[in-house]
Nanobody
Framework: QVQLVESGGGLVQAGGSLRLSCASS????????MGWFRQAPGKEREFVAT????????YYADSVKGRFTISRDNAKNTVYLQMDSLKPEDTAVYYC????????????WGQGTQVTVSS
């Protein structure tokens, strides 16, 4: 079974930066895709960024484009989300997800890490 563990969340002032990490453990891990999603209070979970594991192609939500950067370390089976120029509206629980080959959707999820941006 694959396990995903997020870290790096916290409280930061608007304009500041945070770096989230998502480390995978368990059986041999070779995802097709990994991504970050977030859920603010009273709202549905939304897509933030994703990276194709093999080729490294990245995609971002319009709301974070130019401010957030997703990256991976294949050797460590870890995906990162560098968040710069943070805004209060970025406040949410951030979740890491992984999509295995042959799956139509993300099928592994982490427990989430809280990011709070104060104005």
């Amino acid at each position: 079974q694959v396990q995903l563990v997020e870290s790096g969340g916290g409280l930061v002032q608007a304009g500041g930066s945070l770096r989230l990490s998502c480390a995978s453990s368990g059986r041999a891990f070779n995802p097709y895709q990994m991504g970050w999603f977030r859920q603010a209070p009273g709202k549905e979970r939304e897509f933030v960024a994703t990276i194709v594991w093999a080729g490294g192609s990245t995609y971002y939500a319009d709301s974070v484009k130019g401010r957030f950067t997703i990256s991976r370390d294949n050797a460590k089976n870890t995906v990162y989300l560098q968040m710069d120029s943070l805004k209060p509206e970025d406040t949410a629980v951030y979740y890491c997800g992984a999509r295995a080959y042959g799956q139509a959707a993300y099928n592994y999820w982490g427990q989430g890490t809280q990011v709070t941006v104060s104005s």
